[in-house]
């Protein structure tokens, strides 16, 4: 009887020690899982912060202006001008309507 018991008792121990080898595996797999995120987001934030507001041709400092009633950003040192999505759509649309105006003045109509 004795033999039994033991046997069940450790029968019992090794359940229970996979049970918790299993939940410290999953433990340590969440663990890394958030790990890995924030790994990418910091570095996501530090491609951001390096390159936002640079002039894609040289690297220097982008600021915002007006043009035509649109925000673009021009490079403080090539002078290029950089259209975020839609606003060069924007300026044109706006420019082809007063074409057409000029043009219904011109023909009368």
């Given at each position: 009887?004795?033999?039994?018991?033991?046997?069940?008792?450790?029968?019992?121990?090794?359940?229970?020690?996979?049970?918790?080898?299993?939940?410290?595996?999953?433990?340590?797999?969440?663990?890394?899982?958030?790990?890995?995120?924030?790994?990418?987001?910091?570095?996501?934030?530090?491609?951001?912060?390096?390159?936002?507001?640079?002039?894609?041709?040289?690297?220097?400092?982008?600021?915002e202006e007006a043009l035509e009633g649109v925000t673009v950003d021009?490079?403080?040192?090539?002078?290029?001008?950089?259209?975020?999505?839609?606003?060069?759509?924007?300026?044109?649309?706006?420019?082809?309507?007063?074409?057409?105006?000029?043009?219904?003045?011109?023909?009368?109509?």
């Amino acid at each position: 009887m004795d033999d039994i018991a033991r046997s069940r008792e450790d029968e019992w121990f090794h359940r229970n020690e996979k049970q918790l080898v299993e939940a410290a595996r999953k433990a340590r797999q969440q663990r890394e899982q958030e790990r890995a995120a924030k790994e990418a987001a910091e570095m996501r934030k530090r491609l951001r912060e390096s390159h936002f507001m640079k002039c894609p041709k040289c690297g220097h400092d982008l600021r915002e202006e007006a043009l035509e009633g649109v925000t673009v950003d021009r490079c403080t040192f090539c002078e290029g001008v950089f259209f975020d999505a839609g606003e060069l759509d924007k300026v044109l649309m706006e420019k082809d309507a007063e074409r057409s105006g000029f043009l219904r003045k011109l023909l009368g109509v």
